[in-house]
């Protein structure tokens, strides 16, 4: 008997991990993963919605979403004030197309008098101990830019409204850099900037030129346990959910297998 519950036992273990692989290999194969990003300065909160459904409310100036899951293909994506109730057109309405096992960030730019959509394909990996950036020029009213190291050499040349670059991999660090017009002239100081190893990150230059700031967000970070992150962990977080759910289910399935076996077993003696 203690052989047929071991068989048993084995049995349910094995069956648990193969669907659990299965679930994780097949999570997400036929989708992309998307976040939006609202870079309007002079825009009110707004509502997004994709394909008719709302995915965020009340998105004010530089709030940006957690990664999620669409299906690959084409989407529809409408932005309008969050206090508008659906009456007339929405502010921005757009196709967006999007590829299996890719990740973008849709972020809404310029003045909201010509308020648009510029999407930019996103980084989930980086080199083991090292760190990777991009910069995006998402202030409209400002000039083209450099961004560099102050005094040094320019790390991303000639970035223009709304242009979002390639990413560059660097060492991990803090780098005293900044943001400076094509003549070399500072417009934002970005000293003791902290750039994190086995992380991606996005810097965007937001607001308007009189008032420039940075917007820093994680693209991705790679755990010590090798297990990704990506920004705050929206996609990824439902994954491990599942995961540990699995593993609570096939846990109780051996338990109560158990308990029954124990049961059988003290009424026949």
């Given at each position: 008997?203690?052989?047929?519950?071991?068989?048993?036992?084995?049995?349910?273990?094995?069956?648990?991990?193969?669907?659990?692989?299965?679930?994780?290999?097949?999570?997400?194969?036929?989708?992309?993963?998307?976040?939006?990003?609202?870079a309007s300065p002079d825009a009110p909160a707004v509502d997004v919605y994709v394909n008719g459904?709302?995915?965020?409310?009340?998105?004010?100036?530089?709030?940006?979403?957690?990664?999620?899951?669409?299906p690959a293909g084409e989407h529809e994506v409408e932005i309008d004030a969050a206090d508008a109730d659906g009456e007339g057109d929405p502010v921005i309405s757009s196709m967006l197309t999007v590829e299996a096992g890719q990740a973008y960030t849709?972020?809404?730019?310029?003045?909201?008098?010509?308020?648009?959509?510029?999407?930019a394909m996103d980084s989930?990996?980086?080199?083991?101990?090292?760190?990777?950036?991009?910069?995006?020029?998402?202030?409209?009213?400002?000039?083209?830019?450099?961004?560099?190291?102050?005094?040094?050499?320019?790390?991303?040349?000639?970035?223009?409204?709304?242009?979002?670059?390639?990413?560059?991999?660097?060492?991990?660090?803090?780098?005293?850099l900044e943001i400076r017009t094509e003549d070399g002239t500072q417009v934002l100081d970005l000293s003791g900037t902290t750039l994190e190893e086995n992380t991606v990150y996005s810097v965007f230059a937001v607001n308007t030129a009189e008032n420039l700031e940075a917007w820093v967000l994680t693209d991705y970070t790679a755990m010590p346990d090798e297990m990704p992150q990506t920004g705050m962990g929206g996609a990824q977080s439902g994954m491990d959910t599942m995961l540990l759910a699995g593993l609570g289910a096939m846990l109780a399935g051996v338990l109560l297998a158990g308990f029954a076996f124990n049961r059988r077993r003290s009424h026949q003696s």
């Open positions: 008997m203690k052989k047929v519950f071991a068989l048993f036992v084995t049995v349910v273990l094995l069956s648990s991990v193969f669907a659990l692989e299965a679930f994780a290999d097949n999570h997400g194969s036929d989708e992309a993963m998307v976040r939006i990003a609202h459904d709302a995915v965020v409310e009340g998105a004010a100036f530089k709030d940006a979403t957690d990664y999620m899951n669409l849709v972020a809404a730019v310029g003045m909201l008098e010509n308020l648009d959509l510029e999407v989930m990996e980086v080199s083991d101990g090292m760190t990777k950036v991009r910069v995006g020029h998402l202030s409209p009213d400002a000039p083209t830019v450099d961004v560099g190291l102050i005094g040094g050499d320019a790390l991303f040349s000639g970035a223009s409204f709304p242009a979002i670059t390639d990413y560059q991999e660097l060492d991990a660090g803090t780098y005293d």
